[in-house]
């Protein structure tokens, strides 16, 4: 156990819908890390966030977007949503998240599996 | 920008024999390197990384990779495989000069299978 938690483990919707992924991180994590694992596109960098605020963006689309709270939990919110959105989410987390934690590994939650009808 | 490649998708070996996975990579300046394992279901494990110093590492259930700079290299490595290692395995790299952010590029993974 990572220590990471995501809810839900499963999510069933149908195009156009919008649906929020939840992630906690690890006690005394401060970055939350989002990715995107599917078979044709293996696993992508999606977004990151330090302490409440975006530090890093990567392949996500401009339907998605995060945000991460006060109590450093996070949300990922997926809107108008395509069959070629269902894949595998997963939210991890670091220690540091900035220019002083370029050593530190990231731990990932089990992650959310998105079907899309 | 940085990227790491994987060229075996699957990598079959028998039970007790030593293993392998390959990982090579590509950055501007001095790499930081990962190797995760994902079991079927599971999220990625953490299984060891290289940073500086030593260029054999020790990790996790009995892994170990060795970093080689002139090779651009960093194979997963084990003595005597278990069944119970059968997973899909990435690797991943980091660039400290990429834009001074921490985010992590994986390879598309390699899928070991151990044989009885």
């Known amino acids: 156990d990572s220590g990471v938690t995501q809810t839900p483990k499963h999510l069933i919707t149908a195009t156009g819908q919008r649906v929020t992924l939840r992630c906690s991180p690890r006690s005394g994590d401060l970055s939350v890390y989002w990715y995107q694992q599917s078979l044709d596109q293996g696993l992508q960098f999606l977004i990151q966030?330090?302490?409440?605020?975006?530090?890093a963006k990567g392949n996500i689309l401009e339907r998605f977007s995060a945000q991460q709270f006060p109590d450093l939990h996070s949300e990922l919110n997926l809107s108008s949503l395509e069959l070629g959105d269902s894949a595998l989410y997963f939210c991890?987390?670091?220690?540091?998240?900035?220019?002083?934690?370029?050593?530190?590994?990231?731990?990932f939650g089990p992650g959310t599996r998105l079907t899309v009808t | 920008a940085q990227s790491v490649a994987q060229p075996e998708d699957q990598v079959n070996v028998a039970e007790g024999n030593p293993l392998t996975v390959k990982c090579t990579y590509s950055?501007?300046?001095?790499?930081?390197l990962f190797w995760y394992v994902q079991y079927p279901n599971r999220g990625l494990q953490f299984l060891l990384k290289?940073?500086?110093?030593?260029?054999l590492v020790k990790g996790s259930y009995g892994f170990e990779a060795e970093f080689n700079k002139s090779q651009t290299s960093f194979h997963l490595k084990k003595p005597s495989a278990l069944v119970s290692d059968s997973a899909l395995y990435f690797c991943a790299v980091r660039d400290p000069l990429n834009s001074g952010y921490s985010t992590l590029t994986f390879g598309k993974g390699t899928m070991l299978l151990v044989s009885p």
């Open positions: 950055v501007s300046g001095n790499p930081y």
């Open positions: 290289y940073i500086t110093g030593d260029n």
């Open positions: 991890a987390s670091s220690v540091g998240g900035f220019l002083d934690s370029y050593s530190y590994e990231q731990y």
């Open positions: 966030y330090y302490n409440g605020e975006e530090r």
